[in-house]
């Protein structure tokens, strides 16, 4: 069994910061990549930013500048820095993770539960 336990949503003011975090745990044998993805309401689940093992990002034109993805290889934890919020950040956010159980055999992607993540004054 493997799971993804997300962390760190909330409501935040315009202009304000949060930081997800999300807690890979189980039957691990190696993640591949790691991710965060959003959903607004009534949408279809968008990229937000993804990293590789090797430390390779890539980030939706939207966050820019704006949201930060690392990755603690160690405690299997993937973390989104996300500053100067916008109304229209507004969602439920997915952390995903490509990998290989413990037996080696994959990849396979799994997901989070999802976390809301509100900007509003």
């Known amino acids: 069994q493997v799971h993804l336990v997300e962390s760190g949503g909330g409501l935040v003011q315009p202009g304000g910061s949060l930081r997800l975090s999300c807690a890979v745990s189980?039957?691990?044998?190696?993640?591949?990549?790691m991710g965060w993805y959003r959903q607004f309401l009534g949408k279809q689940r968008e990229l937000v930013a993804v990293?590789?093992?090797?430390?390779?990002?890539n980030y939706a034109d939207s966050v820019k500048g704006r949201f930060t993805i690392s990755r603690d290889s160690a405690k299997n934890t993937v973390y989104l820095q996300m500053n100067s919020l916008k109304p229209e950040d507004t969602a439920v956010y997915y952390c995903?993770?490509?990998?290989?159980?413990?037996?080696?055999?994959?990849?396979?992607?799994?997901w989070g539960q999802g976390t809301q993540v509100t900007v509003s004054s």
């Open positions: 995903n993770a490509d990998l290989l159980i413990g037996s080696g055999a994959g990849p396979y992607d799994y």
């Open positions: 189980g039957s691990i044998f190696r993640i591949n990549v």
């Open positions: 990293i590789t093992s090797g430390g390779i990002t």
